[in-house]
């Protein structure tokens, strides 16, 4: 299946039943709508964001659709410290009774700017969001992924090698490396676990809107365009497939997935 056919996929009802997945990032955008999916198709899910109200919204979206009941985890990764993260996995081993995926969604932008004007504050809040709590909960959720049946892990990706990305390009770049160690290290037989990445490209989110506030939103994609790659590498019929990164260059501004979420 390429890159254009998982666009399309669009699998068969029950594909994630029973499955407990992770979304951070859940409250707004790409997290929303792969929220939704995921829970259109039987999962658990667990909404993860530092904003209450949205994760609150999305809970109430999936409740109203009669979806699998949610769990919301209300969590800043700016300030969160590594026993916050294994308190969160503790949790998730003891009230939902393991975790079979993550989704690594959430991101952080303060602006576009040259290198050299950086400060300190910004460059490490940057790197902690995007980066360091990354490997946080990857590194505390690991032995509960060794435990799940079918185990995958998705890394949200952006395009961020160029000029005046600055802490979030060398954080995007660190991550897709975690991604490919990672995929390495359990491209095994005896505890075999996805991780992959996606690249959507620019879509209709918040931090599309802040960081290019003369750009036409109209001119993008919606977020629920690009749940279908999700859906594919989280669940059962992605297979061994690892280590990959998908790419979307800029998709049509009417693109549209052709499943339903609600």
Same mark, same amino acid.
């Given at each position: 299946m390429n890159n254009q056919e998982l666009l399309q996929y669009v699998p068969e009802d029950g594909l994630l039943k029973d499955r407990v997945i992770l979304v951070?990032?859940?409250?707004?955008?790409?997290?929303?709508?792969?929220?939704?999916?995921?829970?259109?198709?039987?999962?658990?899910?667990?909404?993860?964001?530092?904003?209450?109200? !949205?994760?609150?919204?999305?809970? =109430?979206? &999936?409740?109203?659709?009669?979806?699998?009941?949610? +769990?919301?985890? #209300?969590?800043?990764?700016?300030?969160?410290?590594?026993?916050?993260?294994?308190?969160?996995?503790?949790?998730?081993? !003891?009230?939902?009774?393991?975790? =079979?995926? &993550?989704?690594?969604?959430?991101?952080?932008?303060? +602006?576009?700017? #040259?290198?050299?004007?950086?400060?300190?504050?910004?460059?490490?809040?940057?790197?902690?969001?995007?980066?360091?709590?990354?490997?946080?909960?990857?590194?505390t959720c690991l032995p509960l992924l060794e435990a799940a049946k079918d185990p995958a892990v998705i890394f949200s990706a952006h395009d961020s090698l160029k000029a005046y990305n600055g802490a979030f390009g060398v954080a995007k770049a660190g991550t897709q490396a975690m991604m490919d160690i990672l995929a390495d290290e359990y491209d095994i037989d005896e505890c075999f676990i996805r991780f992959n990445s996606i690249d959507s490209g620019p879509v209709r989110t918040q931090m599309r809107k802040m960081n290019f506030p003369g750009e036409d939103l109209e001119s993008l994609a919606m977020p629920e365009s690009i749940v279908g790659p999700y859906l594919y590498f989280m669940g059962p019929d992605a297979g061994k497939r690892t280590g990959e990164k998908i790419v979307y260059e800029r998709l049509p501004a009417d693109a549209q997935w052709p499943g339903k979420l609600k």
């Open positions: 951070t990032g859940a409250g707004t955008g790409i997290g929303r709508a792969i929220s939704l999916a995921f829970a259109r198709y039987g999962a658990t899910v667990v909404l993860l964001g530092k904003n209450l109200k !949205e994760l609150e919204y999305v809970y =109430d979206e &999936i409740e109203d659709a009669g979806y699998p009941e949610p +769990a919301i985890y #209300p969590l800043n990764m700016e300030g969160a410290n590594a026993k916050d993260y294994q308190d969160m996995a503790d949790v998730f081993a !003891e009230k939902l009774g393991g975790l =079979d995926g &993550i989704v690594l969604n959430a991101g952080w932008l303060a +602006a576009y700017m #040259p290198f050299k004007e950086y400060d300190v504050e910004t460059w490490s809040k940057t790197l902690n969001v995007n980066l360091h709590a990354n490997f946080l909960i990857v590194q």
